[in-house]
């Protein structure tokens, strides 16, 4: 069970660096219209790409269910904000066209470990999740893609 999810680091990675399907990637999340534009069928790779995130929640899903042998529906909603917290402290931008599987790791081990500390702290599950989401507004504004903003004169 421990060697799933690297497989799944080296695939994506391999996928995301060394293919045409994931160069169309970074160029839609980079500017979907010059995409287009390009002569890259848009709609085409966000199918395959949201195809792609719903089996890998499946995926998800079915490791925890087996670590827990015991499933329910709500399972991982705790989980929501620490997932999206780690990607965007990985550097992955909201905005698209930045980021990769590896970042998202290193984003990963950084919210475990930040995690590990406040639960050996004692802190309360509240200012826990308060803690994530300061550390996530600071990664995002560190983050933010200054080329794409609107300055206004």
Do not use: H, W
């Not at 719903?54 to 490791?63: F, N």
């Not at 042998?69 to 709500?74: M, S, T």
């Not at 990985?90 to 950084?110: A, C, D, I, R």
């Amino acid at each position: 069970m421990d060697l799933i999810p690297i497989i799944v680091i080296v695939v994506c990675y391999y996928i995301i660096n060394k293919t045409a399907f994931g160069r169309s990637l970074y160029a839609i999340g980079g500017n979907e219209q010059a995409t287009f534009y390009s002569g890259i069928k848009v709609r085409q790779i966000q199918v395959i790409a949201f195809m792609i995130s719903g089996i890998m929640a499946g995926l998800a899903g079915c490791l925890q269910a087996s670590m827990f042998e015991a499933a329910c529906p709500y399972m991982g909603n705790s989980l929501l904000m620490n997932s999206i917290a780690a990607v965007v402290i990985g550097g992955t931008q909201l905005s698209g066209g930045v980021g990769g599987p590896l970042k998202t790791v290193f984003g990963v081990v950084l919210i475990a470990i930040i995690s590990s500390g406040m639960n050996f702290m004692g802190l309360e599950p509240a200012t826990r999740q308060i803690v994530t989401g300061a550390i996530m507004i600071l990664a995002v504004s560190i983050n933010i893609d200054r080329s794409k903003m609107a300055y206004v004169k």
